[in-house]
Nanobody
Framework: QVQLVESGGGLVQAGGSLKLSCVASGRTLGSYHTGWFRQAPGKEREFVAFISWKGGTTVYGDSVKGRFTISRDNAKNTVYLQMNSLKPEDTAVYYC?????????????????WGQGTQVTVSS
């Protein structure tokens, strides 16, 4: 079992930046592929970014390409999501997900473990 805890969310003005962290406990996060998803009120869950367990592969959702960067530090058991040029439409609860095997990185059903989420609010 692995437990995931997200942090780093908050309130920021449009154009600003935030860096989210996803820290794992229980087992080393370095054994897991990791994804970030988000969900805004009244909207469907949306894929944000994916990073393979060694960090060699990263994938981004179309709405965040060029603005967000996913990275990991396996020595710290942590995956990061650097969010720049934030827009009001980025407002959502952001979730970190992990799994040892992922064949469709943008499908939450592929992931075995979820964090509790962290709220990101971008004001206009």
């Amino acid at each position: 079992q692995v437990q995931l805890v997200e942090s780093g969310g908050g309130l920021v003005q449009a154009g600003g930046s935030l860096k989210l962290s996803c820290v794992a406990s229980g087992r080393t996060l370095g054994s897991y592929h990791t994804g970030w998803f988000r969900q805004a009120p009244g909207k469907e869950r949306e894929f944000v970014a994916f990073i393979s367990w060694k960090g060699g592969t990263t994938v981004y959702g179309d709405s965040v390409k060029g603005r967000f960067t996913i990275s990991r530090d396996n020595a710290k058991n942590t995956v990061y999501l650097q969010m720049n040029s934030l827009k009001p439409e980025d407002t959502a609860v952001y979730y970190c997900l992990a799994s040892e095997v992922v064949t469709a990185y943008d499908n939450t059903d592929q992931y075995d473990y979820w964090g509790q989420g962290t709220q990101v609010t971008v004001s206009s």
